[in-house]
């Protein structure tokens, strides 16, 4: 494969989602066609793609015909079946690699990675048995969290473990299935670090991002974060050890925790650009999803400098939508608002459908304004009959 892959050329993604969408759009604007692989051309990126192959993630013979259409083939969600994945090899590049998503997809290799790279992590343990349940139960600080292998994410296949006897009911709620027993922390605060690794090695990273939760779902991601220049420094010196040391060619986000005493534990890592990495298209030089272009093109990184003081971004879920059509004329009356629809048909409580960025003079109005957009969309709207008019009299 001849590198850099030039504008012109077709890129293949691996999934439809808002992610897969919003790479569509980095990649048209610079002159690339894409090619999708998903279920529907309903999905938010089968929408606005080139050409659609339409099968499921798992099927090696859809990604197989992916793989014949495109120069390279990049992902949007990790939890996808390696196997399937294999079939591109020799026909187009795969960014990022098999080695990469065997770690990130599996919480066991991705803990035993962390700790082999000598990163802080909190205590963790396997859990496949009932053998494993009461022998690590014994012992294991509690409260914990056990979480399944694989195909976890917002909070999905986790169960709280409050005492060693509960182990063993919360593995089988689970399915019985290989789980990773992890230590409950303490954290004040959760922060993400986007970084980028070219084809030649070269790393951009994005400053730590604040993140507030709700119900496991990522709900309010602001920066820069309010870290002291050594927190900085450690967080970007983390991502940049795992970039290094996953041999990344991609975008990376490392979700990290804080402590009370400043120091900082590893999360868990995706290998694709991240939610709340949305702040950067608004926020930063370059998006997180023109990266990924770049990236897996082999072309020259983009800057990584925030462009505006103050960037927030706040996620939409289909919650907003039962009572109604949100206001949106409301929402983006607030100054410094930005909305991102993702194009999905069905609104259903808990799924994301959106998310909306505000920029601010500082991180309190960037996130005071997002929030107030957000709020003002479930405030009733003003009828065309008694809106103002946009005329003078």
């Not at 077709?10 to 980095?26: E, K, N």
């Not at 894409?34 to 659609?52: F, M, R, T």
């Not at 990236?295 to 990584?304: I, R």
Request: proline share 7%; hydrophobic share 40%.
């Amino acid at each position: 494969m001849t590198v850099p892959i030039q504008p012109g050329a077709t890129l293949g993604i691996v999934g439809g989602g808002q992610l897969g969408r919003m790479f569509v759009a980095a990649a048209h604007r610079m002159g690339y066609r894409v090619c999708v692989l998903c279920p529907s051309p309903e999905e938010p990126a089968g929408q606005v793609a080139d050409e659609l192959v339409r099968g499921e993630l798992a099927d090696g013979d859809a990604v197989a015909k992916l793989a014949s259409m495109t120069d390279v083939i990049t992902l949007e969600f990790e939890n996808v079946n390696v196997d399937a994945l294999a079939r591109a090899e020799g026909h187009a590049w795969l960014r990022p690699g098999l080695s990469l998503l065997e770690v990130a997809r599996d919480r066991r290799r991705e803990k035993r990675t962390f700790a082999s790279l000598g990163l802080p992590l909190p205590r963790f343990a396997v859990i496949e048995s009932e053998e494993d349940c009461e022998r690590t139960g014994a012992d294991f600080p509690m409260p914990a969290v056990l979480k399944t292998a694989l195909a976890g994410y917002d909070g999905k296949g986790q169960r709280r473990i409050e005492s060693p006897e509960a182990l063993g009911a919360a593995w089988k709620e689970l399915g019985q299935v290989p789980t990773v027993l992890e230590a409950f922390v303490p954290f004040v605060g959760e922060l993400s670090v986007v970084g980028v690794r070219g084809h030649d090695g070269e790393i951009a990273l994005y400053e730590p991002c604040h993140n507030t939760h709700v119900d496991h779902v990522l709900d309010l991601s602001l920066a820069p974060a309010p870290l002291s220049p050594e927190v900085t420094r450690e967080a970007e010196e983390i991502t940049r050890a795992l970039l290094e040391g996953l041999d990344v060619t991609g975008v990376l986000c490392v979700e990290l925790f804080l402590l009370e005493d400043g120091r900082l534990l590893v999360n868990e890592i995706a290998p694709r650009p991240h939610n709340s990495g949305h702040l950067t298209i608004e926020g930063h030089a370059t998006s997180q999803f023109e990266q990924q272009v770049r990236a897996a093109c082999g072309l020259p990184l983009g800057s990584t400098r925030r462009v505006v003081p103050s960037v927030a971004m706040c996620n939409l879920l289909g919650d907003l939508w039962q009572a109604g059509p949100p206001n949106w004329p409301g929402a983006l009356a607030v100054p410094g608002a930005n909305l991102h629809l993702y194009g999905k048909s069905e609104a259903r409580p808990g799924r994301k459908m959106g998310h909306i960025t505000a920029v601010g003079a500082d991180p309190e109005e960037a996130r005071s304004r997002a929030l107030e957009a957000r709020a003002r969309l479930l405030e009733p709207a003003q009828s065309a009959a008694t809106a103002p008019s946009a005329g003078g009299s």
